[in-house]
């Protein structure tokens, strides 16, 4: 491959880039945050416009270092239409100032740029850099507000937690590169194809990898800092790192475990289907008992993040399909909600669940968006959460992987408790305050793109589905 079909590749990257050190320069001059995170915007549907198309060959670039099949590229939409609201909530979001509006559009930008790196890595120390680069990125953002203690205590945490699983991660791959003698995923691959290596070292080896990934996707026992990240990090952040860092650390899951390394998959599965367990158990109980809406969300995306882990487990094309689906669903699910908890924080300054009373005879349209993100992350009919846990639970039942979806199906019940007691406050209570401020244009863009979403997606999700099929073509040998 030539220089210029390389750089058409790493062009949306490029585009990122200079827009993001353009945007740090220019807010030196200038305190308009609007006009920064319009700039961030328009880099973003640039990139976009200049993503490149997959090819069949899953052609290699940069030594092997990435590649460009269709998989790499349903995963980068999905990380730019992220970037893309996140920057349409954050110019929404009245707790950020203008005055680092410039630092704080800087590294969302930069955030994406290591998304679209993550997702098209072919290689473990690709991976790293790339997974390393967004999570530092992620610690700063959740940082962000640094006078305030509970910003600062969650960066902390996150921190703390993601050095741990990193260095876990790093150890393993450095060991898989002692017994394979590289570090290329598509040698690995063939390597265990061919039966070249010890199997027994080589499972125990990709369960340290399987460490730092869990840390990524929120997973059990990993998923210790999700709620004070979440309620520490300004609520745009928390929005972000719901969705962004979870996609990316799900993409990489699949790519290394039911790609690559499924070879090992009997050596695998069963501990993913524990984890998987555990994490939609633990992450639904204590939902149950939180009074902070940020706080019961982290606990939310603990419990989603173990059902999109049932279709890793079944390892099949159905359950592949579902795991596209169902990461899908939940951006537009769980970007629909933070977009409404930032509507209402601008105006009742607080992030309790209580706070919300009322919120119906306030602001009828908000509540209303709320109650329909909210029960499409209960799976109620028809919305895009529904359908989303119908293929995997369908899957799971498929394989015969029974207990599995049983377990999957009961831990949705739980979840409708705690989700639909925020929908009670907001509709069967009086509110304590008459007045609400009015929203801002991006912040309404944003809600009302994850509110189209998730009604078209989950009414009429044959043609998502047919674009995750040819995404598929991935897996394929």
Request: charged share 10%; hydrophobic share 55%; proline share 3%.
């Amino acid at each position: 491959m030539n220089i210029l079909d390389t750089f058409k590749f790493i062009l949306p990257e490029t585009i990122l880039l200079l827009f993001a050190l353009g945007i740090l320069i220019y807010s030196l001059f200038t305190k308009n945050g609007n006009f920064l995170g319009a700039l961030a915007l328009a880099a973003v549907v640039l990139a976009s416009l200049c993503l490149p198309q997959a090819r069949a060959s899953h052609a290699g670039l940069f030594f092997n270092m990435l590649t460009d099949d269709a998989f790499s590229l349903f995963f980068k939409v999905v990380s730019l239409f992220v970037a893309g609201l996140i920057v349409l909530v954050s110019m929404g979001y009245k707790a950020l100032s203008g005055e680092h509006a410039g630092e704080y559009y800087f590294l969302l930008l930069v955030a994406a740029i290591a998304m679209l790196l993550a997702v098209s890595s072919n290689n473990l120390l690709m991976i790293y850099i790339a997974l390393e680069m967004l999570s530092l990125v992620s610690y700063i953002l959740v940082g962000f507000f640094k006078k305030d203690n509970l910003s600062s205590e969650g960066a902390l945490k996150y921190f703390l937690f993601g050095a741990l699983s990193t260095g876990v991660m790093l150890y393993g791959i450095s060991l898989i590169y002692g017994l394979f003698g590289t570090t290329d995923l598509t040698i690995i691959s063939q390597t265990l194809i061919a039966g070249q290596v010890n199997i027994l070292v080589a499972s125990v080896l990709l369960l340290l990898i399987l460490a730092g990934l869990c840390f990524k996707c929120g997973l059990v026992p990993f998923h210790m800092w999700v709620p004070d990240a979440y309620q520490g990090a300004p609520t745009a952040v928390t929005a972000f790192i719901s969705v962004g860092p979870k996609a990316v650390g799900f993409a990489v899951l699949l790519r290394i475990f039911t790609k690559n390394f499924f070879p090992l998959y009997a050596n695998w599965a069963d501990i993913a289907m524990l984890i998987s367990i555990f994490t939609m158990t633990i992450g639904n109980i204590i939902a149950i008992s939180q009074t902070n809406i940020k706080r019961m969300m982290g606990y939310s995306s603990i419990a989603q993040a173990g059902y999109i882990l049932i279709g890793v487990v079944v390892g099949t094309a159905s359950g592949m399909q579902g795991v596209l689906y169902y990461i899908l669903a939940y951006v537009l699910m769980n970007l629909g909600a933070f977009g409404c908890v930032v509507l209402v924080s601008n105006s009742v300054r607080s992030d309790a669940i209580e706070d919300y009373a009322g919120l119906y005879k306030k602001d009828p349209v908000s509540a209303f968006c709320l109650s329909v993100f909210l029960l499409s992350l209960a799976g109620i009919p028809p919305l895009a959460g529904f359908f989303a846990k119908f293929l995997i639970f369908a899957a799971a039942i498929e394989s015969k992987f029974i207990f599995l979806a049983i377990v999957g199906a009961v831990n949705s019940v739980i979840a409708v408790y705690y989700y639909v007691k925020v929908i009670k406050y907001m509709y069967l209570h009086e509110p304590k305050s008459k007045d609400m401020e009015k929203t801002s244009a991006p912040l309404q863009i944003a809600v009302a793109i994850t509110l189209v979403g998730v009604l078209v997606i989950g009414l009429f999700p044959h043609f998502f589905l047919s674009w995750i099929g040819s995404s598929q073509s991935f897996f394929s040998p």
